[in-house]
């Protein structure tokens, strides 16, 4: 007689759109039972402020009453703000840290006692090229990234003996809501996009990605067949990275 594997239990933020609404579909499509949370109402969600602590450890109550347990958190949820040197200030900086790198942290310390019982876990956290690449007015989010990268690495050396694995998933350009500009239009399909990154060879594939191709390396990290990778931060960017 073979005996199927369960379900994996996964909680899913920002499922309301972009990278989000792609990760939690394609984990549904591979079987697993997702609990997806987002800031905007919509049904097959539960809506919440991961800026707010209570509201977090609200999430991780209801997820696990849910699901009686947490097999895979994927990190998705979060925001850009510009905040330019000399002009900021750290009210604004903070205000993106709680959604960028406090949110995921503390989402991951209050799964983590449910990952080690059942020693079994997978964490994937959505952080950016940010993280080591900077763009002007861009302090808090290219900061709240690169933190994460590194909580991203402690939490994996703390889960490893727990068969717990951690890993950062780096997105360069993607098609999704954060993308579009004070217009409504796609910063891909700008005439300075095209110009700086396209005709310039900059971006290699010449072409923003797409959420799905974003979900499929979330996939492979958040599933049984991931036995070895950890502690690392994979870069989906066309190439961006590549040059100079």
């Keep these: 007689?073979?005996?199927?594997?369960?379900?994996?239990?996964?909680?899913?933020?920002?499922?309301?759109?972009?990278?989000?609404?792609?990760?939690?579909?394609?984990?549904?499509?591979?079987?697993?039972?997702?609990?997806?949370?987002?800031?905007?109402?919509?049904?097959?969600?539960?809506?919440?402020?991961?800026?707010?602590?209570?509201?977090?450890?609200r999430i991780m109550q209801m997820a696990l009453h849910?699901?009686?347990?947490?097999?895979?958190?994927?990190?998705?949820?979060?925001?850009?703000?510009?905040?330019?040197?000399g002009e900021?200030?750290?009210?604004?900086?903070?205000?993106?840290?709680?959604?960028?790198?406090?949110?995921p942290i503390d989402l991951m310390s209050q799964a983590f006692s449910s990952m080690k019982a059942q020693n079994f876990g997978r964490v994937v956290n959505i952080t950016s090229v940010h993280a080591k690449l900077s763009r002007q007015d861009a302090l808090a989010y290219d900061v709240g990234k690169a933190g994460l990268e590194a909580a991203t690495r402690s939490f994996a050396l703390a889960g490893a003996e727990f068969g717990i694995l951690a890993n950062s998933l780096a997105p360069g350009f993607v098609r999704t809501q954060m993308s579009l500009n004070e217009s409504g239009i796609d910063?891909?399909?700008?005439?300075?996009?095209?110009?700086?990154?396209?005709?310039?060879?900059?971006?290699?594939?010449?072409?923003?990605?797409?959420?799905?191709?974003?979900?499929?390396?979330?996939?492979?990290?958040?599933?049984?067949?991931?036995?070895?990778?950890?502690?690392?931060?994979?870069?989906?960017d066309g190439g961006l990275t590549a040059t100079f």
């Design 1 to 57: 007689m073979i005996l199927l594997k369960r379900e994996l239990r996964t909680l899913v933020t920002g499922v309301a759109s972009g990278i989000g609404r792609s990760v939690a579909s394609s984990l549904r499509d591979r079987g697993d039972i997702v609990f997806g949370v987002d800031y905007q109402s919509g049904e097959g969600w539960l809506k919440a402020d991961l800026s707010i602590a209570a509201e977090r450890e």
């Design 66 to 85: 849910e699901l009686g347990a947490i097999d895979v958190l994927v990190n998705v949820a979060g925001i850009f703000r510009p905040t330019p040197f």
């Design 88 to 103: 900021s200030t750290i009210k604004d900086w903070q205000s993106v840290w709680e959604v960028n790198l406090e949110a």
């Design 187 to 236: 910063e891909a399909d700008t005439e300075e996009f095209r110009l700086q990154y396209i005709e310039s060879g900059r971006l290699p594939l010449r072409r923003a990605s797409q959420p799905e191709e974003i979900a499929e390396a979330v996939l492979f990290l958040s599933g049984r067949s991931n036995t070895y990778i950890t502690g690392q931060t994979i870069t989906i």
